[in-house]
């Protein structure tokens, strides 16, 4: 069992950056891959990123690459989301999730999760 806990976010101007933690308790989390994913209301959980455990292999949606960055530190069970650049399009609640299954760009896919934290709102203004 794994439970994740974010913390970070709030309300930035566009243009600003913001960092979110997402830090898990249990065993084994540097055996989970970590993925980041963001949610609007009445919409789908859309991908934002996602990071193997061995740290080796990373994707990002093309609407945060570039701007986004996915961290993880396995001595602290803690992988972050630095966002730079933050437009007002990235205002959305942004959960993180850990997954057991292999590695590979199915990750994008939310289904793939067993655990997920409890969601963080990020508000960007213009």
């Known amino acids: 069992q794994v439970q994740l806990v974010q913390s970070g976010g709030g309300l930035v101007q566009a243009g600003g950056s913001l960092r979110l933690s997402c830090a898990a308790s249990?065993?084994?989390?540097?055996?989970?891959?970590m993925g980041w994913f963001r949610q609007t209301p009445g919409k789908e959980r859309e991908f934002v990123g996602a990071?193997?455990?061995?740290?080796?292999?990373?994707y990002y949606a093309d609407s945060v690459k570039g701007r986004f960055t996915i961290s993880r530190d396995n001595a602290k069970n803690t992988v972050y989301l630095q966002m730079n650049s933050l437009k007002p399009e990235d205002t959305a609640v942004y959960y993180c999730?850990?997954?057991?299954?292999?590695?590979?760009?199915?990750?994008?896919?939310?289904?793939?999760?067993?655990?997920w934290g409890q969601g963080t709102q990020v508000t960007v203004s213009s």
């Open positions: 249990g065993r084994a989390f540097s055996r989970y891959a």
């Open positions: 999730g850990a997954g057991s299954r292999p590695f590979s760009s199915d990750y994008r896919l939310p289904v793939l999760y067993d655990y």
């Open positions: 990071k193997s455990w061995s740290d080796l292999s990373t």
